[in-house]
């Protein structure tokens, strides 16, 4: 059973750009939380997708929107990026009815924007 | 959500008992106490949780005090494996997943 993938692997963007992230959950999953991880801090939560809406959202500008389609994988997009958004870009997966928040973490996507 | 403090580093030797603190002195009674661990150039991973009495598994126990104020990680034998940031967080569990709010962790080095 494959877990959260994620991909790319590795990422470089110009300022200015834009870029899509993707993330396929772990199997039986139908609820993906995207985090951003700065080197040496901890993850951000940025935003939950369930049933191809988003759920929950946390403290990041409109600069980063998401989508989710009836496979339950999900995008992550960014757009004007600036130097600032370079970060470990992380998804991961729970399913709702759930007892607890045990939620599965992909590798990441490392992003860096020159 | 509550805050937790933890302390930045600890080391272990290999084969030792690992004792992991955290505070979370505004924890709510609805809220669970969660535990993840990061290894170097990996997503995060679930170790274990609760809510107010002790609980072990496979990977951990979570000793959690009666105030609910505070909790410990244990890792009764540690290993180079182990290395790695745990993060302790406070959240909700309503049936539904909750954001995941991390701290900066302890950075636990086992060594040989």
């Known amino acids: 059973d494959a877990g959260v993938t994620q991909s790319p692997t590795h990422l470089i963007k110009t300022r200015g750009q834009q870029v899509t992230l993707r993330c396929s959950p772990k199997?039986?999953?139908?609820?993906v939380s995207w985090y951003q991880q700065a080197l040496g801090q901890g993850p951000q939560f940025i935003f939950q997708y369930y049933e191809e809406e988003e759920r929950q959202r946390g403290n990041f500008p409109d600069r980063f929107s998401g989508h989710q389609f009836p496979n339950y994988s999900s995008e992550l997009n960014v757009n004007a990026l600036w130097l600032g958004d370079s970060a470990l870009y992380l998804c991961?997966?729970?399913?709702?009815?759930?007892?607890?928040?045990?939620?599965?973490f992909g590798p990441g996507t490392r992003l860096t924007v020159l | 959500d509550a805050k937790t403090t933890q302390p930045p580093s600890m080391d272990c030797a290999e084969g030792r008992a690992a004792n992991l603190p955290c505070n979370h002195s505004t924890i709510s009674g609805n809220e669970y106490v969660y535990w993840y661990r990061q290894i170097h150039s990996q997503g995060p991973q679930y170790i274990i949780h609760g809510l107010k009495n002790n609980e072990t598994n496979e990977m951990a126990s979570l000793i959690i005090t009666e105030d609910r104020k505070s909790s410990t990680l244990i890792l009764p034998h540690a290993t180079l494996r182990d290395t790695a940031v745990y993060y302790c967080?406070?959240?909700?569990?309503?049936?539904?997943?909750?954001?995941?709010?991390f701290g900066t962790g302890t950075r636990l080095q086992v060594t040989l």
């Open positions: 991961a997966s729970t399913a709702l009815g759930r007892p607890y928040n045990e939620q599965f």
């Open positions: 967080i406070v959240a909700l569990d309503t049936g539904t997943a909750s954001k995941l709010t």
């Open positions: 199997s039986g999953h139908d609820t």
